[in-house]
């Protein structure tokens, strides 16, 4: 009993590998989406010669994290999730393409997903991988005059790009911006850079670009700077420079004025003193006599 009962399992196990052998699933490795826009997740299920006409029983596709299937069939029933179905509106089992289609394409979207199928010759699986990407949208660029700082904004990209930015002979200054992300509810990024004018600049415009993840230029901007601007700045730089020149001289000369009122103000009090007339007695001051000079006559 027990030798037939180690028979019929060698038996199952190779019955089960020679059906899982008879059908071979076609996907892609990667796709990529676009963000708002419809995604093909391709599959294609393929009988060996021997199982060739075995009908299709099972489908189902699951995403990595999602514990439903976003689209099944099974016993003659589909059930799909909103936003997903077959990738051909009149599907049916005689129909060995099994890809999965996404109506609107967003962020969440991204992720590794499963195809399984089974039919009366056997089943297989295969895991494919949806990329998802969106254009940033064309930089705005604005100047705040009080700091002479560029601002130039991106918005509803993804994955996370970068605000470069260039002078008009093509060299980079982005090392001296500062560059900020913000991901907003839908996962898109919104970006913003800060460039400073350098004290004395003279470069006439300045370019801001995007750049994906990829390291692709998707978007630009030029701001040119207005010929006001850059007087004004250099005036700017010609004063705070006089004024660290001029600013001590005031200091030192208010010094000498204060000094010399000084002095002069202690020589005419000396003068008043030195000219103060004083009262004499012209006969000689005997002992015992009033000593106090007499009335001057009228």
Not at 70 to 85: I, V
Not at 100 to 121: A, R
Not at 235 to 254: E, F, H, R, Y
Request: glycine letters at 8%; charged letters at 20%; proline letters at 4%.
């Amino acid at each position: 009993m027990a030798s037939n009962g180690v028979l019929l399992l060698f038996t199952f196990i190779h019955l089960s590998i020679g059906h899982t052998a008879f059908v071979d699933l076609e996907v892609r490795a990667e796709n990529v989406g676009k963000y708002g826009q419809q995604s093909l997740l391709e599959c294609v299920y393929i009988h060996s010669p021997e199982a060739e006409g075995g009908k299709l029983v099972w489908v189902e596709w699951k995403k990595e994290g999602v514990e439903e299937a976003l689209l099944s069939f099974h016993k003659g029933s589909t059930t799909a999730e909103s936003g997903y179905s077959f990738a051909e509106p009149s599907w049916n089992t005689t129909n060995r393409n099994v890809s999965l289609l996404i109506t609107s394409t967003s962020v969440k979207d991204q992720g590794e997903y499963t195809c399984n199928v089974m039919t009366e010759s056997g089943d297989g699986f295969k895991n494919t991988r949806l990329r998802v990407t969106a254009k940033y949208n064309k930089p705005a660029i604005k100047l705040d005059p009080q700091t002479s700082t560029l601002m130039c904004d991106s918005d509803s990209g993804y994955p996370e790009g970068q605000l470069c930015w260039f002078d008009e002979f093509g060299t980079e200054w982005t090392k001296s911006s500062q560059m900020e992300a913000k991901k907003t509810e839908s996962g898109l990024f919104n970006l913003s850079s800060k460039l400073t004018l350098m004290d004395g600049s003279t470069f006439s415009s300045y370019t801001c670009k995007v750049f994906n993840v990829s390291g692709g230029n998707e978007e630009e901007a030029t701001y040119t700077v207005q010929e006001p601007e850059k007087t004004g700045r250099a005036q700017g730089n010609k004063m705070d420079g006089t004024t660290k020149v001029v600013a001590p001289l005031v200091v030192i000369g208010s010094l000498i004025v204060g000094l010399l009122l000084l002095m002069l103000l202690l020589y005419k009090r000396r003068s008043q003193r030195d000219h103060q007339p004083v009262d004499t007695c012209d006969s000689p001051v005997e002992q015992g006599e009033d000593q106090s000079c007499p009335d001057s006559p009228a």
